[in-house]
């Protein structure tokens, strides 16, 4: 099992979207980042659970966790004009552009924010910390997953 951050900004689509969606699973799209499609389309896999973290907001913080209920597919909103991921070089028969299907684990009673994760030594290497890091998909360590959800839980 592999573990993955997720970055979404909530004026998007947020962790209580999420929450309210049909089984509390929906599809992960519009990644438009070829590194970021490339650890969805060849690393994820079902059971591979993932970190939650809203972008764009103050504070920015990890709200949640959740786990891939199915493995990349193609994306479709590449494919529709209509849809603001649209990709007008993106092929059917050669898709560009992958989305997983991921399902609410858990919403955090309090975000963690980013400045309450910079001081924690188990996090100091951690991608997401990292100056200058934009990447919406990040692989997580283990043991930089479980001090977050030590952290979560106040322990």
């Known amino acids: ?80 004009a209509k849809d603001p991921h649209f990709d007008p070089k993106s092929d059917p028969s050669q898709p560009t552009w992958f989305r997983v299907d991921i399902q609410l684990e858990k919403i955090f009673d309090q975000p963690l924010s980013l400045d309450s994760l910079r001081p924690i030594p188990a996090l100091k290497d951690m991608e997401l910390l990292r100056k200058g890091s934009r990447l919406s998909v990040q692989p997580v360590r283990k043991a930089e997953f479980e001090a977050i959800l030590k952290l979560a839980s106040g322990r």
Do not use: C
Not at 21 to 37: I, K, L
């Open 1 to 80: 099992m592999k573990h993955w951050l997720l970055k979404t900004e909530p004026t998007s689509f947020s962790i209580q979207d999420l929450a309210a969606a049909p089984a509390q699973t929906t599809y992960w799209d519009g990644v438009r980042n070829y590194q970021a499609r490339n650890f969805m389309r060849d690393d994820m896999s079902v059971g591979d659970r993932v970190l939650l973290y809203h972008s764009s907001v103050d504070p920015t913080a990890v709200v949640g966790t959740a786990f891939i209920v199915r493995a990349a597919y193609p994306d479709a909103a590449a494919f529709d």
